[in-house]
């Protein structure tokens, strides 16, 4: 097991080290290119260049890269071109909004889809199999920008219940998040249920499910002691891959509800061209996906003993 985490944890830093660079490629490889980025289309060759020789950019590329890549191990990722703050003073508070946001649609999502799943597979072929994978299907075929203009039309402007934007200017209310996290928990929760739903379905025809309810054991046995575990297999791998879209892939749903978010706040740094705000995010981003990998490879071998065993 040891040698199975250590393999793992290589595998995510070698994939780090690959993708730092190829990001560092991507985006400092040309001098010019970041000092007009960061001085602004109307600065002149002479402040360009005083820039670039103040911060090293004239020195060989390896040695620019390694500077680089240590700075953003130390935390350090620069100052922000928008914000004209050092970019770790917005993007942890970013961040962390995301993580509560994130939080609470996980919350929502795993019980409710694991739940819906369970029962669908373990009545293949039935009416409340089809009622649930009908909706579920339905469900994930409307894009958040559909389900949000919808629910804010009924919950902001018809009933009045809720507001319409979740910005938090006067500091956390729980009432703000009710809004992104149903436009997310609608759009998420169907295709786990769906996974979690064939799966099932896959282990109630095997052998040894068979063999459990022949020897007369009670059916809530069989479920939950034999069939649960292996069925989470495929929906726990689902579950791991909605952490990396909750990251990045809620650009859309905060900013429509002018949420101060991870999402919201890359596509600002992306429309701003502010290179090392984006290059920080594009790295914890990054980070997060092999981090996820990384526990869903850990998990498996809590749920398959043959994978930890093999």
């Known amino acids: 097991m040891l040698i199975f985490i250590t393999r793992r944890i290589g595998t995510m830093a070698l994939t780090m080290l690959v993708v730092s660079l190829l990001l560092f490629l991507l985006l400092e490889l040309n001098p010019g290119s970041v000092a007009t ?3 602004g289309p109307y600065s002149t060759e002479e402040q360009r260049r005083i820039w670039l020789e103040a911060h090293g950019y004239f020195d060989p590329l390896y040695e620019r890269y390694f500077r680089w890549l240590t700075d953003f191990i130390r935390g350090d990722f620069g100052e922000s071109t928008r914000f004209k703050v050092p970019v770790g003073d917005i993007l942890w508070p970013r961040l962390g909004n995301t993580a509560i946001l994130g939080l609470a649609v996980m919350a929502v999502v795993v019980p409710l889809s694991l739940t819906l ?6 009545k293949e072929g039935s009416s409340l199999d089809r009622g649930i994978s009908i909706s579920s299907i339905f469900f994930t075929s409307i894009p958040e920008f559909a389900s949000a203009v919808f629910l804010a039309s009924i919950f902001v402007f018809w009933l009045g219940w809720l507001p319409g934007t979740s910005g ?5 209310d729980l009432r703000q998040l009710v809004l992104p ?6 759009y998420a929760f169907g295709y786990t249920v769906r996974m979690t739903r064939a799966s099932m379905a896959e ?8 063999t459990a309810v022949l020897k007369g054991l009670p059916w809530r046995t069989v479920i939950t002691k034999h069939a649960l575990r292996n069925a989470l297999i495929a929906p726990f791998t689902v579950l791991m891959l909605q952490i990396n879209w909750l990251l990045s892939g809620v650009i859309v749903v905060e900013f429509f509800f002018a949420y101060k978010g991870f999402g919201a706040l890359l596509l600002e740094a992306s429309l701003n061209q502010d290179i090392f705000l984006i290059e ?3 790295m914890v ?3 997060v996906a092999v981090g996820t ?5 850990v998990g498996y071998t809590y749920l398959n003993p043959r994978i930890r065993f093999s």
């Open 181 to 186: 996290v149903m436009v997310l928990v609608i």
């Open 37 to 39: 980025k960061v001085l």
């Open 280 to 282: 920080a995010c594009a």
């Open 285 to 287: 981003a990054v980070f």
């Open 203 to 210: 282990v109630m025809m095997t052998n040894y499910i068979r």
């Open 117 to 122: 799943g369970v029962l669908a597979g373990m």
């Open 293 to 297: 990998q990384f526990v869903a490879d």
């Open 168 to 172: 938090m200017s006067d500091g956390f």
